[in-house]
């Protein structure tokens, strides 16, 4: 069980009005809804559940797993840290992980200080640092279980395409509930196996939605940064 004040700490480091900009982007869902193959919640479901079972999300499931474990470690964090900003498909996946990566540290370290979350800043300097890197970070160094890290930032991950999947279809909010729902169902299964997996068998499995990330970038109008 997390004491309170973890609980506090993940549910403020997963809201979406933390201010890092995850509401501006779509991780490649608007190109689906572009072409027509996300119309209804269930569809909107099964692209959720591509991202965090096998794709992106998943990718983050496993980095946040294993940064955790080598937290008190700075060279072997340092590693796993590097491989996280070096493992997206598309620039715009990159994109989306890196910028929030790097606002998740600048306001985590204002809001909710810590010397490691400083010392890996220093160390960073301006290279480019995953989301979910930095994130594993910050819940080690304040006492977040691994288990309750990893299911939040999933739920968090469905939680922002879902939202985004309401606006574009668009969807009534009923729906996005169900999605949410549905969503909730699976998540639980893949936090459990992100914290079994090595990273010698990390890897995706979702090439349709890489297509749509790198199309993304060519839509004649977009609403989304990715």
Not at 49 to 65: K, N, S, Y
Not at 114 to 142: I, N
Request: with cysteine; hydrophobic share 50%; proline share 5%.
């Amino acid at each position: 069980m997390l004491t309170e004040p973890a609980l506090h700490l993940l549910l403020a480091w997963t809201s979406p009005s933390l201010p890092i900009g995850g509401f501006t982007y779509s991780h490649g869902l608007e190109t689906a809804v572009d072409a027509g193959d996300v119309r209804r919640w269930g569809e909107l479901v099964d692209y959720v559940e591509a991202v965090i079972a096998r794709g992106g999300g998943w990718v983050d499931a496993v980095l946040i797993a294993r940064a955790m474990e080598l937290a008190h470690d700075p060279a072997a964090f340092d590693a796993v840290a590097e491989l996280g900003a070096a493992f997206r498909a598309s620039s715009e996946t990159a994109l989306e992980s890196h910028q929030q990566g790097a606002a998740f540290l600048s306001v985590v370290r204002k809001a909710w200080p810590h010397p490691a979350l400083d010392a890996f800043a220093e160390r960073l300097g301006e290279h480019p640092c995953a989301h979910a890197a930095v994130f594993a970070l910050a819940c080690a160094a304040h006492g977040i279980a691994p288990a309750a890290a990893i299911h939040g930032f999933l739920h968090s991950t469905a939680a922002n395409l879902i939202s985004a999947g309401v606006r574009l279809v668009p969807l009534g909010q009923t729906d996005g509930q169900r999605a949410m729902a549905a969503i909730g169902q699976v998540i639980g299964g893949i936090a459990a196996r992100a914290r079994a997996c090595p990273l010698d068998d990390l890897g995706t499995a979702t090439p349709v939605l890489e297509l749509y990330s790198f199309h993304h970038e060519t839509l004649y109008t977009r609403l989304f940064r990715s």
